[in-house]
């Protein structure tokens, strides 16, 4: 018997807010698939604000309070079953978060989580990784966001480490990260991956998939250190109108695709890893999980209760 499912994500980034609808699909004896049915994504840079101002402006809390209403109307429209709002770091900060929180609510009809560092690095952790992942060899994971990066460290097939830092796109070009804040990092990845000998890297987050698709690189196949180097110092010997005009970039991504690569690389040259593998899974994708074994577990407690 065939059982179609849907469920939603909205993902509250710091330079992004993403709303992703996926089909999960149930079939008898069999693991369940996920599947994207529509992502939208609005490029609305909360961590601008709230990285140097501290609050979200009022112009912002206009425009995520509608992107919001928008969002509630496609769920309505897919036949969403249910979803789950996740702010991240730029949320976690705002001074006025409660106060945007409760006009969300109110305005759009969505209950917002404002989650920790921790728990955004468990439900990225939890994204259907079996693809990428060999149960015999070694992998840092890095997520990096707009004001946040998540590494994981995966060993035999499961999560031995992770952390969140306070280390993102749109900090960085604020210049709002130091030296130390590097060394910390630096320090934090040396230590945990000292063991391994042939680490690799996995990558997630829209400035990866980026560059994965300019590389023209066959899905599977992973980028390798040096490749993702030379990139870096191409991107750099352009002007932001270059890389909007000649590559193509759309202007809230060809800032941040600077400063992002340069985390992925210098987790690489700290791990020693020399190959990055980007499976285009992300904190969206862990909410689904995330929400499906949830529910599931719900069903099953209940058809429990009435067959007692």
Known sequence: MLRIRKFAAI??????IRL??????????????????????????????VFTDGNISPENVERMTNAMKSYR?????????????????????????KAVVERI?????????????????????STDLHNVIEKEKDYLYVDVGGGSTEFTIFSNGKIKTSRSF?????????KMVDDNFWKEIE???????KDFKRLSLIGSGGNINK???????????????????AQYQFLQSLTYEERISELGLNPDRADVIIPATRIYLSACKWSGARKIFVPKIG???????????ETSKKDKSASNILSF
């Open 73 to 97: 109307l496609l769920m309505d429209i897919h036949g969403v079953e249910s979803y789950m709002a996740c702010a991240t770091s730029a949320m976690r900060e705002a001074k006025n978060k």
């Open 166 to 174: 306070k280390i993102g796109t749109v900090r960085l070009l604020n």
């Open 211 to 229: 560059l994965y698709k300019m590389s023209g690189t066959p899905v599977g196949e992973p980028l390798s250190y040096i490749y993702l180097n």
């Open 187 to 193: 320090k934090w990845i040396k230590k945990n991956t």
């Open 283 to 293: 904190l969206s994708d862990g909410i689904i999980k995330t929400l499906f074994f």
């Open 105 to 125: 609510k109110k305005k759009a009809g969505i209950n917002i989580d404002i989650i920790d560092g921790k728990r955004e690095a468990e439900i990225i952790a």
């Open 11 to 16: 993902d509250i980034g710091s330079n992004a």
């Open 20 to 49: 992703l609808v996926a089909n999960v699909i149930e079939q008898e004896n069999k693991s369940p698939k996920f599947k994207k049915s529509s992502l939208v994504r609005v490029p609305i840079r909360l961590g601008q604000d």
